[in-house]
């Protein structure tokens, strides 16, 4: 019988254990963060462990039995893995790419693929002068620095409610961190938020002001070559595009490592 | 940024507004940020 459980961090762990012990290549949504603030419903049958929210399963079910015998399953899956099938379902429509980053790309910028990145994130700092980089808040100027960002971004974000609880609550139990941009005059101008999974840190947003010209370059830099991301040894899962072409060509622009398809799952009897 | 939704119809700013509203009367009373020890060491190097 298929059990409703509550929601819980232990829950959602166990969820991703399961996933690491069948070595499942992780996808952007894969993280205790992310599936906890998300505020999904778990859901368990024998070995088989999902989530759903709404009309869709948010990523695919698992097993940590070889043999166990898949369940009948009728809603389609969200957002499915790279390097995995699933019985019972088949590939859906294409959901967004899947940009992947190597921290250690960004420490040299040599040669002409990284002409363009290089040249973009000398502009904010030569223009502006002195800034500061750091991981503890100077002041209380992060809601207004998200509402100048929303504000101007209202056609682009999705998630709204989850982009305000990541980016001004502290959820640092659950492995949300955070690097704060300051300019001159100690004024906040960039934020960047991250989470994790067993494989890869999860750049989960850079929220700068958006009426200061290449300041999402240099904040992206700042973030890709701070020691705390460098000395993990992970790739950087930088999500998709949302279907922004400008978006995509930005990405474009800092030499991925890795560009992805991300697709949806449907059900073979739909 | 941030990833897609499973939502559809975008946000609304009916939405945008209760969420400011919401998060303006937690800062003010101080649930905002929470502070770190780690260092707090300005970042130079390439642009100084």
Redesign the interface.
Known sequence: MIKKQRLTIRNVQDYLTKLEQCQIDPN??TSLA?LYLSKVQVYSFQDWMWME??E?I?LPPVSDKVNNKALSWNKPI??GFLNHSIEGFKIGSF??WQFTFDPIHFNELGGKYWKVYRKNI?KY??RNGS???????LN?E??DL??QW??E????????????SYA???H?KIGVH?HYLYDKSQHLIALNIWDENYRYINF???IVRPDIPFLDEFARY?FY??PEIQQQGKLVND??S?GNVG?ERFKDKMNPFKKQQIYSLNPNKL | ???????TG??S?K??AR??S???T??KSG?????????????T???D
């Not at chain 2, 940024?1 to 939502?7: E, F, N, V």
């Not at chain 2, 649930?31 to 260092?39: H, L, Q, R, Y």
Request: aromatic fraction near 12%.
């Open positions: 952007f949504f992310y929210d709404d869709w948010v969200w957002a959901l967004d000398r700092p030569t800034w500061e980089y750091v991981n503890t808040p209380n992060a809601l998200v509402n929303v504000g971004k209202i056609n682009d974000i999705l998630d709204v409610e989850l982009l305000y001004l609550e502290d640092t955070k989960r947003y850079c700042l070559t701070h999500g998709g949302l978006l | 940024m941030g990833g897609k939704s499973r939502k975008g946000i700013k939405l945008v969420l400011q919401k998060y303006s937690n800062s649930v905002n940020d929470k502070k770190t020890t780690v260092d707090n060491k300005k970042r190097g390439l642009f």
